[in-house]
């Protein structure tokens, strides 16, 4: 019931407006936020239980509030770190993620979004200190991804950017249909279709379809490849093929994409569009390439046997499991594959 407590509450600016400067203005044709939210500041939550309201409350500041109201009372019910034994709790603020979505990462939004972090974090800080003590608890922050800049704005910049440059998925699985049939020289009125589904990202080929057997299976997803290959906005392409015989897997791209193949649930053909060019859907921006705008997160430890440094070397979130074993003294996971950031450890 504490989440139904925001209601007729408004999100408003933390600070006076002149300490803002990460942005662009706050009434602008490149935001669509949806939900029934304004474009511009004030967004108000609506007074109520039904689904208009949830929606704009998970697109607020007041979401992440209630994530770190919850965490502190179940840190005091459930006596989390009161004795020897060492107790995990994993928080999520996804309000950032759907601000970033409504209203992209250059929004006055986004900025004040991470200014209340900021400063619910510092406040959970405190608390811990309190309620656990100093020097008793450790804390790893870090994201799942980043965030890619509205495309349009990007354009309106001179940058060549493009929402859903290959249009819609169907648009995808209709070239790549029409490519492996002229490939294979299969006539138009064979059915069903050799393309079973196509997204940004991967294509599937209909892997049971008789002409499809043997040989004609990799031939198709050649012919796949080669066409996104042929459009000005696709970086690059791989086939299911050349993934599983490690083709140019030492390739920075490629590795990426080896990393996200998965034998039985990936497509048959994968690729990437160029940076600036993805498609969002129907929200303002989303995430999801290769590319540094998305792949670049903060990783940061605070707390117990927790050095005080800095580093801008190439790290990953993975280091997080190694890095907090080291910080309790235990084994690492059997299954992790990355080092421990020994730079964050005290001396």
């Given at each position: 019931r504490a989440s139904r407590a925001f209601g007729g509450q408004a999100w408003t600016l933390l600070y006076p407006a002149e300490r803002y400067h990460s942005h662009v203005a706050d009434d602008n044709k490149f935001e669509k936020p949806g939900s029934g939210l304004s474009a511009a500041f004030p967004h108000e939550l609506p007074a109520g239980e039904d689904a208009a309201y949830f929606k704009r409350f998970a697109i607020s500041p007041f979401a992440s509030q209630y994530t770190i109201e919850t965490a502190r009372e179940l840190i005091l019910r459930e006596e989390l770190g009161r004795d020897a034994t060492p107790d995990c709790l994993a928080l999520c603020?996804?309000?950032?993620?759907?601000?970033?979505?409504?209203?992209?990462?250059?929004?006055?939004?986004?900025?004040?979004?991470?200014?209340?972090?900021?400063?619910?974090?510092?406040?959970?800080?405190?608390?811990?200190?309190?309620?656990?003590?100093?020097?008793?608890?450790?804390?790893?922050?870090?994201?799942?991804?980043?965030?890619?800049?509205?495309?349009?704005?990007?354009?309106?910049?001179?940058?060549?950017?493009?929402?859903?440059?290959?249009?819609?998925?169907?648009?995808?699985?209709?070239?790549?249909?029409?490519?492996?049939?002229?490939?294979?020289?299969?006539?138009?009125?064979?059915?069903?279709?050799?393309?079973?589904?196509?997204?940004?990202?991967?294509?599937?080929?209909?892997?049971?379809?008789?002409?499809?057997?043997?040989?004609?299976?990799?031939?198709?997803?050649?012919?796949?490849?080669?066409?996104?290959?042929?459009?000005?906005?696709?970086?690059?392409?791989?086939?299911?093929?050349?993934?599983?015989?490690?083709?140019?897997?030492?390739?920075?791209?490629?590795?990426?994409f080896h990393r996200a193949f998965h034998k039985q649930r990936s497509g048959d053909v994968l690729y990437a569009l160029k940076p600036l060019q993805f498609d969002a859907g129907s929200l303002c921006t989303s995430h999801g390439s290769p590319w540094n705008y998305d792949t670049h997160v903060p990783l940061v430890f605070l707390g117990a046997r927790v050095g005080v440094a800095n580093s801008s070397r190439h790290v990953h979130p993975g280091s997080i499991a190694p890095t907090l074993a080291a910080i309790l003294d235990i084994e690492a996971p059997a299954g992790c594959e990355h080092e421990c950031l020994t730079e964050a450890l005290a001396p």
């Open positions: 603020l996804s309000a950032n993620d759907y601000v970033g979505h409504a209203f992209g990462p250059h929004s006055l939004e986004a900025e004040d979004m991470f200014y209340r972090t900021d400063r619910m974090l510092a406040e959970f800080a405190t608390f811990l200190d309190e309620q656990v003590g100093a020097g008793r608890w450790t804390l790893a922050l870090s994201s799942d991804h980043g965030v890619a800049p509205i495309p349009e704005y990007a354009a309106s910049l001179g940058l060549e950017a493009a929402r859903s440059p290959l249009g819609s998925g169907k648009d995808v699985q209709a070239n790549a249909e029409g490519a492996v049939r002229v490939r294979l020289g299969v006539p138009a009125g064979v059915q069903p279709s050799l393309v079973l589904s196509a997204d940004s990202t991967q294509v599937f080929l209909r892997r049971d379809h008789p002409r499809l057997a043997g040989e004609a299976f990799e031939h198709a997803q050649d012919a796949v490849r080669d066409w996104l290959l042929d459009q000005p906005s696709v970086a690059d392409a791989v086939t299911r093929a050349e993934l599983l015989a490690e083709a140019g897997a030492g390739a920075p791209l490629r590795a990426m």
